[in-house]
């Protein structure tokens, strides 16, 4: 046995023997004075342990709370007769209770009172069923009101009864309190036993089923006829208020609610406030266990009670407490005792205002509707009227300083709703007069600042701190510093939801106003650490970036982006643009951050207490009434205005818009997507200004379609019904400015016209087709859907376009379908049949007499729909050899007309019409041996249409090099043409690759490494080094490389072959040799490699003739071609290598120097000569 347990078996023992000639078991309540010293003693000795003046004694509560259960149960187990054997096994509390000696009811009810334990037995009472409930509380009537009645019995009812009221506290994690839970068990473990017919259990008390019926128990029945009872026990005013107010508060959350009474915070601290005043009026030190229990008074005054009635009636209720409370009116006592208010008092007003209130406006109609007597209701509101004028005092006032204390004392104890008060203390500016105090409760719980709403509370305080005029710099900082902390700390949602309303009041954050220099230095240099940890971290050229990295490259983002939005864009930009694969990782940290996306405001004013919530929350990329797009667009503006942009720096801003137009999921798991930027906003931000006639922007033409373009082509994924984005660009205008400038760039080489603002390059030409093709086809699409919306624009828009370039309106056929006739210049209706109702012709200057298979050339370019279309109206006899051999003439002038003005893509175009005409027959190019004395013995048919192609392509340049047309191009349009036929060059090479298949030994295909070639590199021109922009004609040194480096890639294998005569000499000057095209259709051979060294001799002899006639003979792109088809050549040689005898290599080598002996480029020509000198080396 502890020696805790001996004291209390002592107290108990000697009292027992006090109580002779009875004992505790029947101890009678008059008898409690006589034995009770020496149970206080030993209690009092138990609970003065560890106890401390000003400090709560867990341990005195704890053994008030363990020797309340222990002899309660100590009373069912004997009530119920249980055995000894099951006790020892199965009751925890055996040995204590064994160590005790048997009591009554009366010595348990009597050490509650003694040792002011109302609210432990009333919470043990709350672990008990309904029934029990009502057992234990007729005990409880039934001993107040036994004699010697005192005030202390109505005190321990009325405490008892206010406990259940409140009902159970709130547990925290971990359960339940474990004696609470050990007794509920006890109880429901001896409840299940039968009842013993003990002596013990025939003495056990039962209730009057008069006033209860057993099979329905009413707790309120019982509580409400109790104090009906006891209403003569009560002879003082405060048990009177007391009472009274139980009884409201019950009526009130058992009748007249049915659900919780949400008040706001403020309203809750107001209320404290008075409470603890009228609680500890000396006091200002207020105890946790103060407030939390005035709180969850306050808690239980608003919420339905778990006690709802079964038998008592609200109409009896009512008269109940109209009767007690006019019992004690007329008695004297419902007076006020002096003009302090009492804390008793201020209770009853609440109580009275509570129900006055639900019964006159109505808060429980269907309760009130039922009520059988209206006189009754009636009579109780006259009654609490006149309880209020007698109970009426002075309002409690209240101060800043006890409301802020009170608060702090709230939010730093983490009370009951805590975060709410911690809402309510960011908000108050006034209490934020006490510096320190304010400041240092905001440091040590951050945590319970940690929602969105109150950083921006918290932010606004530092605002208007930051403009007062006695703001102290340190604290300011200080407090900047614990905010921006707390901000930090948020779920990333959160600080979005912040970064969102910091934007909305100030695009510059807590510096919207003027602020002292040391606070914006302090700043600066967070703002460029973050950067530099961002960039040092992987925000340079890796793409490649963990999450974890991101995360902590967002969380540093945000951070300063709380504190000054616009400055972290502006770097946000910086970097993106002009640090080196930053813009990947840069976009990936602002579609984390959608908070970001609002617009710039231009009145820098303190953050607003009422924001609206819904202000810019989307940008959708539109413009508002207060003008301006979003904050980052204006920092990007900014960030590039002033300074010329670099190759690599145009494609990091074009790579960064791009992804941020690209939609992303914001939170995992949402389906909707939504973009930081959206295509609408970009167009109209870097597109549309740089597109005017009037004026130009700090983005340069080509970068602004390739904008355009990057926006029309992303697929957000809209729902159908919603009209398109570029809707809301001025679709019409817009197309009409890029007809304009596509009328430009038709006539690139010549001088452009006076007033023209932009110069535009070949490859401009190309971007604006593919943009303006594109944008057509999207708004064609809304056109169809709703035509009569869209008639006048569509109107308007072909009428402006009748002054351009004929060609241009093929590119808007998408916009007016066919609304309108096709028309094409009228020459061209006399080349081609097109039916009428859909073609007409225009009398138009430049296209007189002979010029309809130049219109026809310039349709066949425009797109591969109309390309088929001339194919197939094409008007042409074939059985006529005269018509044929005008049209090829014809054709080969129109080409070379076409030439110098097709794009990549036309050109393209026109290179498949010419193979169409060529395989169909239609053009006629006879095929001539300029370059030997004997044609080898081979069979060509095959290759006819790569032998003719390159001979129209000669006779093409021959016109175009010729006097007439020598000064036809500038510089740039010569490097053009060069290209362009470069690109043919690389297509004839393509097409042999096809037809004679490599043997699968390895053998590589490969372009040197000087040449950069590949043969199956596409024809875009972003790829492809021989549509560059144009260059200088100096030979650049990379494609100077030593061809003995080059070979080293390219593992050669020799494979048989069948031998073939390949007799190359160079013939005498003007000396031809015809070959027709009846002479070259004969069968191809299984392995066609000889004829293929035939047409790639004959390609590169075509090549370096060509190079020679172009002004200035050193176009490095032809210079390119011819050592693309060395390589190939070598390629043939050494998979074929019984395709050509030692002497036939001599001569081929021999042959090709004296061809390029012609070029006047020493470095071209030395680096040709090498390479044609291996072709000896690699078949030795």
């Not at 139980?246 to 049915?258: E, K, N, P, R």
């Not at 006639?693 to 373009?709: F, K, T």
């Not at 051999?885 to 393209?908: D, E």
């Amino acid at each position: 046995m502890s020696k805790d347990l001996a004291v209390l078996q002592g107290g108990f023992l000697l009292a027992n023997k006090l109580s002779l000639p009875t004992s505790l078991s029947s101890l009678q309540k008059g008898d409690w004075p006589r034995v009770s010293h020496p149970i206080l003693e030993a209690v009092g000795e138990l609970c003065r342990q560890e106890g401390l003046k000003d400090c709560p004694n867990t341990s005195a509560i704890h053994w008030k709370k363990k020797l309340v259960c222990v002899l309660w149960c100590k009373l069912l187990c004997r009530e119920t007769g249980e055995d000894v054997e099951t006790g020892w096994k199965e009751n925890p509390f055996f040995q204590t209770q064994s160590s005790l000696p048997e009591v009554s009811h009366v010595v348990l009810l009597e050490l509650v009172k003694s040792m002011a334990a109302a609210g432990i037995f009333g919470r043990f009472l709350l672990c008990l069923p309904r029934a029990q409930i009502c057992t234990e509380l007729a005990r409880l009537v039934q001993h107040v009101s036994c004699d010697p009645s005192s005030e202390d019995d109505v005190q321990l009812f009325l405490e008892v009864w206010r406990e259940l009221w409140k009902g159970r506290a709130e547990q925290k994690a971990g359960g339940e309190d474990d004696l609470e839970k050990m007794f509920a068990d006890q109880f429901a473990r001896l409840s299940s036993q039968p009842a013993s017919l003990s002596p013990q259990a025939a003495k056990r008390l039962k209730l009057d089923t008069s006033d209860l019926p057993p099979s329905s128990p009413d707790v309120l029945h019982t509580l409400f006829h109790a104090l009906k009872d006891i209403r003569d026990h009560i002879s003082t005013t405060d048990l009177c208020l007391q009472a009274l107010s139980t009884a409201l508060d019950t009526l009130y959350t058992s009748f007249l609610i049915d659900k919780a009474v949400i008040l706001p915070p403020e309203e809750k601290m107001l209320f404290l406030s008075k409470t603890v005043r009228l609680r500890q009026r000396n006091d200002d030190d207020w105890s946790p266990e103060l407030l939390r229990e005035i709180q969850r008074d306050l808690r239980a005054s608003h919420s339905p009670s778990q006690f709802q009635p079964s038998q008592l009636e609200l109409t009896q209720a009512l008269k109940i407490i109209t009767e007690v409370a006019q019992f004690w009116q007329n008695s004297g006592l419902l007076k006020r005792d002096s003009a302090l208010p009492s804390y008793s008092a201020y209770k009853v007003d609440q109580s009275v205002q509570r129900v006055l209130r639900a019964l006159e406006e109505g808060d429980a109609p269907e309760v009130i509707s039922e009520m059988d007597d209206p006189q009754t209701l009636n009579d109780v509101k006259t009654t609490l009227r006149e309880v209020l004028e007698s109970l009426s005092f002075p309002a409690v006032e209240n101060s800043p300083e006890v409301n802020a204390r009170l608060t702090m004392a709230i939010v730093n104890h983490r009370l009951e709703d805590y975060q709410d008060f911690a809402v309510l203390f960011a908000s108050k500016k006034s209490w934020a007069v006490s510096d320190e105090l304010w400041i240092d409760c905001l440091e040590r719980n951050k945590a319970a600042f940690q929602q969105h709403g109150t950083v921006i509370k918290l932010a606004s305080t530092l605002v208007s701190k930051f403009h007062s005029d006695t703001a102290n710099l340190s604290q300011c900082r200080k407090l900047m510093k614990v905010i921006v902390d707390i901000f930090s700390a948020l779920s990333l949602e959160d600080k979005n939801k912040a970064l969102a309303a910091m934007l909305r009041s100030s695009s510059e954050g807590f510096f919207g106003r003027s602020v002292p220099s040391a606070v914006t230095g302090t700043f600066g240099q967070e703002l460029n650490m973050a950067f530099n940890c961002i960039i040092q971290g992987g925000g340079g050229a890796s793409a490649a970036v963990s999450q974890g990295n991101l995360s902590t490259a967002v969380s540093l983002v945000a951070r300063v982006a709380f504190q000054n939005p616009k400055a972290t864009l502006m770097s946000c930009c910086h970097s993106a643009v002009f640090n080196k694969g930053a813009f990947s990782l840069m976009a990936k940290i602002l579609q984390q951050l959608p908070g970001l996306r609002g617009r710039e405001r231009n009145d820098e004013a303190p953050i607003s207490g009422e924001e609206k919530q819904q202000e810019d929350e989307k940008m959708d990329g539109r413009r508002d009434a207060g003008g301006g797009w979003s904050l980052l667009c204006s920092c990007l503006q900014e960030t590039i205005r002033t300074k010329v942009l670099s190759a690599s720096e145009k494609e990091q801003l074009l790579k960064f818009l791009g992804l941020l137009m690209m939609p992303v999921m914001e939170v995992e798991g949402e389906e909707r997507r939504q973009s930081f930027l959206s295509p609408q906003e970009v167009v109209g931000a870097f597109v549309l200004p740089n597109l005017s006639v009037e004026d130009h922007g700090p983005v340069d033409i080509d970068l602004s379609l390739q904008l355009l373009h990057s926006a029309l082509c992303l697929d957000l994924q809209e729902p159908a019904s919603s009209p398109h984005w570029v809707l809301g660009c001025s679709p019409f205008p817009l197309l009409y400015v890029l007809a304009q400038l596509l009328n430009q760039a038709l006539r690139c080489w010549e001088q452009p016209p006076e007033g023209a603002l932009h110069h535009l390059s070949m490859d401009t030409k190309d971007l604006l087709v593919s943009v303006l093709t594109t944008l057509g086809q999207v708004v064609g699409a809304e056109v169809v859907s709703d035509p009569s919306s869209w008639s006048r624009a569509v109107f308007w828009l072909y009428n402006k376009t009748e002054v351009l370039d004929w060609t241009v309106r093929f590119h808007l056929k998408p916009v007016w379908g066919e609304h309108f006739k096709n028309e094409v210049p009228l020459s061209l209706l006399a080349v081609c049949d097109l039916p009428e109702q859909e073609w007409s012709g225009l009398e138009l200057p430049q296209y007189g007499q002979g010029t309809g298979l130049l219109a026809w050339m310039e349709c066949c370019t425009l797109s591969d729909s109309l390309q088929s279309t001339m194919l197939s109206c094409l008007s042409l006899d074939r059985r006529q050899s005269e018509h044929l051999s005008m049209f090829s003439k014809g054709l080969l002038v129109a080409v070379t007309q076409t030439l110098p003005w097709c794009s990549v893509s036309q050109w393209t175009r026109q290179l498949r019409a010419l193979r169409e005409l060529l395989v169909s027959g239609q053009l006629h190019v006879p095929y001539s041996l300029e370059y030997m004395d004997y044609l080898p013995l081979l069979d060509l048919k095959a290759f006819s249409c790569e032998l003719r192609l390159s001979v129209l392509l000669l006779r093409v340049f021959q016109l175009l090099c010729g006097a007439s047309c020598s000064d036809w191009l500038p510089e740039d349009g010569w490097a053009h043409v060069g290209r362009l036929y470069a690109h043919a060059v690389r297509e004839m090479l393509d097409s042999l690759r096809a037809k004679l298949p490599l043997p699968s030994s390895g053998i590589s295909t490969a372009s040197p490494k000087g040449s950069a070639i590949s043969p199956k590199m596409p024809v875009y021109r972003d790829s492809d080094p021989a549509f560059t922009s144009p260059r200088p004609s100096k030979v650049s040194k990379d494609s100077l490389k030593e061809p003995q480096k080059v070979e080293e890639t390219s593992p050669l294998k020799s494979a048989p072959g069948p031998q073939c005569v390949n007799s190359h000499s160079r013939p005498p000057k003007g000396s031809t040799t015809a070959v027709t095209s009846g002479e070259l259709q004969k069968d191809v051979g299984p392995v066609p490699c000889q004829e293929v060294l035939f047409v790639l001799s004959q390609l590169f002899c075509h090549v370096q003739h060509v190079q020679v006639m172009m002004p200035g003979g050193q176009c490095e792109a032809l210079f390119l071609s011819s050592l693309e088809i060395l390589s190939y050549y070598q390629t043939v040689t050494a998979a074929f290598p019984h395709s050509s005898t030692q002497l036939e290599i001599d001569n081929t080598r021999h042959f090709f120097s004296t061809i390029t002996d012609n070029l006047d480029n020493q470095e071209m020509k030395a680096v040709l000569q090498q390479k044609i000198a291996q072709l000896t080396l690699s078949a030795a």
